[in-house]
């Protein structure tokens, strides 16, 4: 799967293909997933899966839209000069039998250090709390990863916001989701819509203890306002205020890990109180990233799909 992984992260740099590169993207990102998976942590596997799904879904949704499914002529004229067989097949081949044998030559044997793993499944309980090796390594160990891969999420949004043709951040009507159509889709996803919601709750109040956490739990609350526009058509959500919400959520995020883990609070607060005290700080953190992550695709879906569909 490692091997399948890198020759697809090639096939992604390599393409030029607006389509081509969309469905590379998904397939990078199931093998991601799968890998995830198999090294252990199920609970990334499930969000990268999830995550990229909508991903996927944005990147057709926006190509349709800015390109319309036509070659322009700058493409045609591309598409008319003659190809070169060495630059087309024979260089890309020669680089992946190259990697090959590359990876061949340094296959490592069937020994591995377990020292990190062992160490991290020993003493997360104690250092950072809960039950969760996942949620202790990405809000304790790596907690820094954590807040990076938030600040992304927030450039994302803004600069979706701000690259965006339509200047409005709030709409009173718009054009209709064409599931209204279906009366069965309509009931299934009434039904549907209030399970996600309170699976979302779930996962990120439960993270600590088991798989889930505030990736997961963000993207099925967004799920849930998502199906509230399919069945409701409803265009009462103001982008400027969910944007500015996320900020202030990432920064008040940032602080409390700040404060707990960079400046040693963490170690100042007595053994009998500890356990509380870390159990609080997951909740706190789990709930913030699910309230930020779900910002995130509310803003992605309202923008593309909703609002821009005028």
């Known amino acids: 799967m490692l091997v399948f992984w890198i020759l697809t992260g090639l096939l992604v740099i390599r393409e030029k293909k607006v389509v081509r590169l969309i469905l590379y993207f998904g397939v990078f990102s199931f093998i991601t ?3 995830f998976f198999l090294l252990g942590s199920p609970d990334v596997a499930m969000a990268e899966a999830a995550i990229s799904t909508f991903a996927t879904i944005f990147f057709v949704i926006c190509f349709e839209k800015y390109y319309d499914l036509r070659i322009d002529e700058e493409d045609r004229k591309e598409d008319a000069k003659p190809k070169s067989t060495f630059k087309q097949y024979l260089l890309p081949l020669g680089f992946v039998a190259t990697l090959a044998a590359l990876f061949v030559y340094f296959l490592p044997d069937n020994t591995v250090n377990t020292y990190l793993r062992d160490q991290y499944i020993t003493r997360f309980a104690s250092d950072v709390g809960g039950e969760n090796a996942v949620t ?3 809000l304790g160990y790596r907690v820094y990863d954590t807040l990076f891969e938030a600040l992304i999420l927030v450039i994302t949004v803004v600069a979706v916001s701000h690259m965006s043709w339509f200047d409005q951040t ?5 054009r209709r989701s064409d599931i209204q159509r279906s009366s069965l889709a309509v009931f299934t996803i009434r039904v549907i819509a209030p399970i996600l919601l309170l699976f979302g709750v779930y996962l990120i109040m439960n993270g600590h203890i088991s798989p889930g956490g505030g990736f997961q739990g ?3 609350v967004a799920t849930f306002f998502i199906c509230r526009y399919m069945i409701y058509n409803i265009y009462d959500i103001s ?3 969910i944007i500015r919400a996320e900020k202030a959520v990432f920064v008040v995020a940032a602080l409390i890990a700040v404060a707990a883990i960079f400046l ?3 170690a100042q607060v007595p053994a009998a109180w500890l356990p509380l005290y870390q159990t609080t700080y997951l909740l706190i953190m789990n709930a913030l990233i699910g309230v930020k992550v779900a910002c995130t695709f509310i803003v992605l879906f309202y923008r593309f799909v909703a609002i821009e569909r005028l």
């Open 33 to 35: 997933a799968i890998c």
């Open 136 to 138: 202790a390594i990405y």
């Open 170 to 174: 709030t709409v009173t009507d718009g």
């Open 218 to 220: 963000g993207v099925a």
């Open 239 to 241: 982008i400027y205020k």
């Open 264 to 266: 040693g609070i963490w």
